[in-house]
């Protein structure tokens, strides 16, 4: 069973800061990539960072600056640490990750890969 857990979320004042985390039970880290998402009311969920196998990261123009993603050494946890934080900030944050899947039914592409599975995500909230 795939499963991705989010912690970290809250609420900050603009110019803040949120780590946020996501640890991946029963294996299932992605060997291809890990990534976070956001999604606000209205709008479609969309990419904020991802990490790949090998280091490499990606950054939506948006964020970049201010959030760095990380994992660790033994790639079952995932980290998204969030510097001046905006209230365009606001959103359900998601962790997501790439398998080997037929199904494309859910999936985002995001840094060159397809993400098709997801955690059930925490709320952050910026105040200006």
């Known amino acids: 069973q795939v499963q991705l857990v989010e912690s970290g979320g809250g609420s900050v004042q603009s110019g803040g800061s949120l780590r946020l985390s996501c640890i991946a039970s029963g294996n299932t880290y992605s060997k291809y990539s890990m990534g976070w998402f956001r999604q606000t009311p209205g709008k479609e969920r969309e990419g904020v960072a991802s990490i790949d196998a090998d280091g490499t990261t990606y950054y939506a123009n948006s964020v970049k600056g201010r959030f760095t993603i990380s994992q660790n050494s033994s790639k079952d946890t995932l980290y998204l640490q969030m510097n001046s934080l905006k209230p365009e900030d606001t959103a359900i944050y998601y962790c997501?990750?790439?398998?080997?899947?037929?199904?494309?039914?859910?999936?985002?592409?995001?840094?060159?890969?397809?993400?098709?599975?997801w955690g059930q995500g925490t709320q952050v909230t910026v105040s200006s």
């Open positions: 997501a990750g790439v398998r080997n899947s037929r199904d494309t039914r859910g999936s985002i592409l995001f840094g060159g890969w397809l993400f098709n599975y």
